[in-house]
């Protein structure tokens, strides 16, 4: 059954598909197109570095990325305000009118890729102010989620677990709750879970709890066949939203006989 | 001419007149990079009219796989 849905809207993009991909930690340039077609993701995630040296006619992430893919630039590697300000800049100048959005990241500490909270609202209204359409990475803190609609953000991307951890969601009340009142505040701002997903069921378990979205990187890069893992992360996603648009049955706390007790061929 | 290109001392011989001479004698796409030069974006459109001088610093980013 087809699932009858609204677009994702991010700023001015609409998505039909709820996975949003990254493009890095792949074994080869191969497996990236492969896993980007196979997760049937219409926006993925890249990041901006200096220019690698390169041999003539060598093909690079350019060449694998879909033109008709939504290409959302982060800001992964900045510790401090003015670079993230700086690699929004530049990615929005490689990208032109591909670059408008931007993942805004800034990270706080080395071990645990946490974000620097307040730097992350710093930035974040910073290039709202230059017209950026920011999709902000954040701790997942209720509090902080809001800070970030009041200053301007498209979304909010709080972390299920550590970046690269696979290690599911470590909290769903706080997620429970960020969706309550990031809901209850602005109805029309995506929740996007992003980072820390391991498997199909991380996924699907957060879309059934209402989230908008799911952004993946290592879950699929590292998976030990990243293209079948790529079609189970697309099938968990899609799983878990038409469960929540479904609606989940009552929790009860004793049995309810699927079959029906007339009609048995013995007596109790 | 000498620059600091993404981090490195590079010498350029002919020294490069503007931004976009400059591109095209380190063999990058200029298509797929965007350019900083001390400090400050160099637009597309810019390129050609923003001379490059000696000792500037410029930096060159393009396009990776990431998160």
């Known amino acids: 059954m087809t699932v009858n849905d609204t677009p994702l809207q991010l700023g001015p993009v609409s998505l039909t598909s709820r996975l949003i991909v990254g493009t890095g930690k792949y074994r080869d340039l191969d497996e990236t197109a492969d896993c980007l077609r196979l997760s049937g993701a219409q926006m993925v995630t890249v990041a901006i570095r200096r220019v690698p040296p390169k041999k003539e006619g060598e093909r690079s992430l350019w060449d694998v990325i879909p033109p008709d893919m939504h290409i ?3 800001t992964a590697g900045c510790y401090t305000l003015d670079d993230c300000l700086r690699t929004a800049r530049l990615g929005r100048e490689l990208l032109g009118e591909r670059g408008k959005l931007v993942k805004v990241e800034v990270i706080g500490d080395e071990k645990t890729l946490f974000p620097d909270v307040p730097a992350t609202i710093e930035a974040t209204r910073a290039l709202v102010n230059e017209g950026f359409v920011c999709l902000p990475y954040v701790t997942d803190d209720p509090v902080a989620c809001l800070r970030l609609l009041d200053v301007g953000a498209a979304a909010v991307m ?14 769903p009340h706080n997620l429970a709750i960020i969706l309550e009142v990031v809901k209850a505040k602005r109805p029309d701002v995506p929740v996007i879970v992003d980072a820390g997903v391991g498997v199909p069921s991380d996924a ?18 590292q998976a030990q066949n990243a293209r079948l893992m790529a079609e189970a992360m697309k099938d968990g996603v899609r799983a878990g939203r038409a469960a929540y648009l ?23 | 001419m000498r620059l600091l290109v993404n981090g490195e001392p590079t010498v ?4 490069p007149a503007n931004v976009a001479e400059l591109l095209v004698q380190l063999r990058l796409p200029h298509e797929r990079v965007a350019v900083e030069l001390n400090g400050e974006i160099v637009t597309r459109a810019e390129r050609a009219a923003r001379a490059v001088h000696d000792g500037d610093s410029v930096e060159v980013v393009t396009l990776v796989g990431g998160g």
């Open chain 1, 72 to 74: 959302l630039p982060n």
């Open chain 1, 158 to 171: 709080p972390l299920a677990a550590p970046i690269g951890s696979g290690l599911g969601v470590r909290n």
């Open chain 1, 204 to 221: 699907a378990r957060v879309m059934e709890m209402g989230v908008d979205g799911v952004l993946m990187n290592t879950a699929i890069a």
């Open chain 1, 246 to 268: 479904a609606g989940r049955m009552p929790m009860k706390l004793y049995a309810s006989a699927s079959s029906p007790l007339q009609g048995l061929i013995h007596t109790r």
């Open chain 2, 12 to 15: 350029l011989e002919p020294a």
